[in-house]
T-cell receptor, first 115, second 111 residues
């Protein structure tokens, strides 16, 4: 149980285009989902916290207009990277939190490459 | 501001050895602490979750302890195997419901 999926797992896009990444909790309802990015050989950095039905809370230094987060249901959150640039190339990972234990279950990640 | 530190940054051991990975955090006001495993280019796999009220958790050859007052956790791996080679991350869930990760320990188990 407690499986989180991400789609796509890998995407290449051209500079200036937008990319949407989906995060789904497959067998549980997640009131809170988190989005992280990870640069090579570095740890995960929290980008934003997403609560179902409300606006996401962004970490300091993360541009909310560039990284659009939508959490329309208890099982789906999306991250849209708008006007992507090569420096946005990274590994993006989402997690979903169980309401009862606050344990986080992580998706497999999405590798974004902007050319 | 919560900071999470993991020591050592890298570790290489022969197969069969028991080993300990260390994690320390600066603010003891946490909800829980999780240990994860990450293989190269992959996502995270949760290994153990310790709630703030607990002292330890065990799963197979893994044992994690938590001393909240001193801001420390250890992950003990018994009888290490080459398949254990990965990066191990610890993360704390803070009072503000944010998860802060350590930089990880890269483990290599030699056959």
């Amino acid at each position: 149980g407690a499986v989180v999926s991400q789609h796509p797992s890998w995407v290449i896009c051209k500079s200036g285009t937008s990319v949407k990444i989906e995060c789904r909790s497959l067998d549980f309802q997640a009131t809170t989902m988190f989005w992280y990015r990870q640069f090579p050989k570095q740890s995960l950095m929290l980008m934003a916290t997403s609560n179902e039905g409300s606006k996401a809370t962004y970490e300091q230094g993360v541009e909310k207009d560039k990284f659009l987060i939508n959490h329309a249901s208890l099982t789906l959150s999306t991250l849209t990277v708008t006007s992507a640039h090569p420096e946005d190339s990274s590994f993006y990972i989402c997690s979903a939190s169980l309401r009862t234990t606050y344990e986080q279950y992580f998706g497999p990640g999405t590798r974004l490459t902007v050319t | 501001k919560q900071e999470v530190t993991q020591i050592p940054a890298a570790l290489s051991v022969p197969e069969g050895e028991n080993l300990v990975l260390n994690c320390s955090f600066t603010d003891s006001a946490i909800y829980n602490l999780q240990w994860f495993r990450q293989d190269p280019g992959k996502g995270l796999t949760s290994l153990l979750l310790i709630q703030s009220s607990q002292r330890e958790q065990t799963s197979g050859r893994l044992n994690a302890s938590l001393d909240k007052s001193s801001g420390r956790s250890t992950l003990y791996i018994a009888a290490s195997q080459p398949g254990d080679s990965a990066t191990y991350l610890c993360a704390v869930l803070t009072g503000g419901f944010k998860t802060i990760f350590g930089a990880g320990t890269r483990l290599f188990v030699k056959a």
